[in-house]
């Protein structure tokens, strides 16, 4: 089974730039996450999906940051523009249903991101 | 609002020997989830153990198993014949409408 494909790796931008990062969940599943982590912190909740319906996105500074989930299968999660303190690792993570959280959740590598 | 502690930012054992992680959680829900992942290098988070707040038995995958303790609001890891592969950060996380997390313990295994 395949799992969260996430690009790019890793990407640095001069604050003020914007940025996109793209996440393919785990076919089939229909609930998408985006995480924010930054160094020497747990992951923080951006923005959960459930197809393409925005489930929670509380946490997402939408002065700057957006993200989109077309079709309910890929998502992009964009920052315009970026200051230094959206440097930081993007996790995209996905579970099978619903909006329970006893799911598992299935992370992709992440994109690291340095903002200079 | 859920809070996640890890008291423990870094800790190292032995290889073949017992570790044990900790972990309290903040919350006046009765019913949720608690989490363990494991993060090595590459950055991906792995689901190492999973329990539910409402079973008092505590759960168990192999190697790993937890110490939970629903009073005193605590989720404890112990990690028995600690392996090399074990070294990681590892993440305790709460999950009632949404999953929050701690601030990780990175566990060294010292060969």
């Known amino acids: 089974e395949a799992g969260v494909a996430q690009s790019p790796r890793y990407k640095i931008i001069e604050k003020r730039q914007s940025v996109a990062f793209w996440c393919n969940p785990i076919s089939g599943h229909a609930t998408l996450y985006w995480y924010q982590q930054i160094l020497g912190q747990g992951p923080k909740l951006l923005i959960q999906?459930?197809?393409?319906?925005?489930?929670?996105d509380s946490q997402l500074p939408k002065d700057r940051f957006s993200a989109e989930r077309l079709k309910g299968v890929d998502s992009t999660l964009k920052i315009q523009p970026a200051k230094l303190e959206d440097s930081a690792v993007y996790l995209c993570a996905s579970s099978l249903g619903g909006l329970t959280t006893n799911e598992k959740l299935f992370f992709g590598s992440g994109t690291q991101l340095s903002v200079l | 609002a859920q809070t996640v502690t890890q008291s423990q930012p870094e800790m190292s054992v032995q290889e073949a020997e017992t570790v044990t992680l900790s972990c309290t959680y903040d919350t006046s829900e009765s019913d949720y989830y608690l989490f363990w992942y494991k993060q090595p290098p590459s950055r991906q988070m792995i689901l190492v153990i999973r329990?539910?707040?409402?079973?008092?038995q505590n759960a168990t995958e192999n190697r790993f198993s937890v110490n939970f303790q629903k009073a005193a609001k605590s989720f404890s890891l112990k990690i028995s014949d600690s392996q090399l592969g074990d070294a990681a950060m590892y993440f305790c996380a709460y999950g009632e409408d949404k999953i929050i997390f701690g601030k990780g313990t990175r566990l060294h295994i010292l060969p």
């Open positions: 999906f459930q197809n393409n319906g925005v489930v929670d």
């Open positions: 329990q539910e707040a409402y079973k008092q």
